[in-house]
T-cell receptor
Framework: AQKVTQAQTEISVVEKEDVTLDCVYE???????LFWYKQPPSGELVFLIR??????QNEISGRYSWNFQKSTSSFNFTITASQVVDSAVYFC?????????????FGAGTTVTVRA | DTEVTQTPKHLVMGMTNKKSLKCEQH?????MYWYKQKAKKPPELMFV???????INESVPSRFSPECPNSSLLNLHLHALQPEDSALYLC???????????????FGPGTRLTVL
């Protein structure tokens, strides 16, 4: 079963628009970690954020913000005032503590295109 | 410093060639990973080394042979590959100082491999 679902395959916006990427996860573990990574065309996966299951506080980092809601098993990501440099594939991922298997369950990814 | 380096950036090889991919990190991380990523897909885990010992082999064909000479280096030896093995190969590392499997994974820029 898919543990992480990113329902949006592609999103295209004009510069300065806000864009929200959805991530829904599924786990029976009580201790788990959620991640967002950015993959620009160059290929490198860039780590953006790590959140543990006990910390539902939303987080803001510059133009990026994250909304973690355990009640809906969602960990959504918003880019405010998007820029062309934000164009990339964004992956949401889940790591479960009790599996102890080092695995990151990735979502399928959402391709964001920001047009000038 | 969260840098993972990989060489070469690009590699073209024939099906009878033997080549190696190299990955290096100097963050003192004790877990290192190889991933394979096909176009428009999320990364797929291949191997995990923890404290320089192979912890996980995700049923990878024997034409891929990993090696961890020391805590900073990870190699992937390639032999008799098939055209379908063409992909982006990503290396990652994580702290894992207590053997924990859920620490943030930091990725290198990848090697784009083409098998002719």
């Amino acid at each position: 079963a898919q543990k992480v679902t990113q329902a949006q395959t592609e999103i295209s916006v004009v510069e300065k628009e806000d864009v929200t990427l959805d991530c829904v996860y599924e786990t029976r573990d009580t201790t788990y970690y959620l991640f967002w990574y950015k993959q620009p065309p160059s290929g490198e996966l860039v780590f953006l954020i790590r959140r543990n299951s006990f910390d539902e506080q939303n987080e803001i980092s510059g133009r990026y913000s994250w909304n973690f809601q355990k009640s809906t098993s969602s960990f959504n990501f918003t880019i405010t005032a998007s820029q062309v440099v934000d164009s990339a594939v964004y992956f949401c991922a889940l790591s479960e503590a009790h599996s102890n298997d080092y695995k990151l369950s990735f979502g399928a990814g959402t391709t964001v295109t920001v047009r000038a | 410093d969260t840098e993972v380096t990989q060489t070469p950036k690009h590699l073209v090889m024939g099906m009878t060639n033997k080549k190696s991919l190299k990955c290096e990190q100097h963050m003192g991380h004790r877990a290192m990973y190889w991933y394979k990523q096909k176009a428009k897909k999320p990364p797929e885990l291949m191997f995990v080394y923890s404290y320089e010992k192979l912890s996980i082999n995700e049923s990878v064909p024997s034409r891929f042979s990993p090696e961890c000479p020391n805590s900073s280096l990870l190699n992937l030896h390639l032999h008799a590959l098939q055209p379908e093995d063409s992909a982006l190969y990503l290396c990652a590392s994580s702290q894992s100082h207590a053997g924990t499997s859920t620490d943030t994974q930091y990725f290198g820029p990848g090697t784009r491999l083409t098998v002719l």
